[in-house]
């Protein structure tokens, strides 16, 4: 019961990180509020959560929406009482060279990855600072720390949520909040999202046999290998731990 009384947020928490994050989350006492736009898979996860003896909520919520970011937050607080856990978690991501890039769609991109998590971060600083407590995670990627040919708008998105994330560590601290704020650098991992990247490749099996290639450790992360450090980010065994960047890559960014 790592987290046990603690209320948490997950965005994007329909499928993939977010799901398995809300999920152990919950298993380890918090009670946990997701948010998705898809909201039948949404419903579905906080029905598992429930059904497993936990407490969850879903609320439809479009993260690139500043008006609904404070509707959710107010929600939580209306339902809990309080706020402990942000987990900023949605995001999007589309492989396309530079010179191919459109302003609209990476505009668009930059809205759910980077614009959301300024709103959930400024949101949830607005209610936890009142309890002088709080840990917000943001979900960034190793294409938040290393360059690739084909993800101008995605390392662009992810290497500001890396910067920004100890910009917001600082801020809190030094204003005396108690809040902190970490990010989180995940590898290639087994998600629906990804499998899609996959399938649009043309030839799946070559493509996730390509992407394996790059984990020195041999396999590709699931989202329970994201979940679990997230868990540690949001416990109070990391009450020293704020500006830091946690990476979980299988190995990718040591080579």
Known sequence: MRVKDKVALVTGGAKGIGEATAILLAREGARVVLTDLDHESGEIVARKINDLGGVARFILQDVADEERWREVV???IKWFN?????????????????????????????????????????????????RKSGSIINVSSVAGLVGDPLLAAYNASKGGVRLFTKSAALHCGQAGYGIRVNSVHPGYICTPLMAQIAKNSGNQEEYEAQVTALHPIGRLGVPDDIASGILYLASDEASFVTGSELVIDGGYTAQ
Do not use: P, Y
């Open 82 to 130: 309080k706020l402990d856990i942000l987990v900023n978690n949605a995001g999007i991501a589309h492989f396309t060279s530079l010179e191919e890039e459109t302003l609209e769609k990476w505009k668009a991109l930059q809205a759910i990855n980077l614009d959301a998590i300024f709103l959930g971060t400024r949101e949830a600083i607005r209610v936890m600072k009142e």
């Open 74 to 76: 107010d929600d939580t």
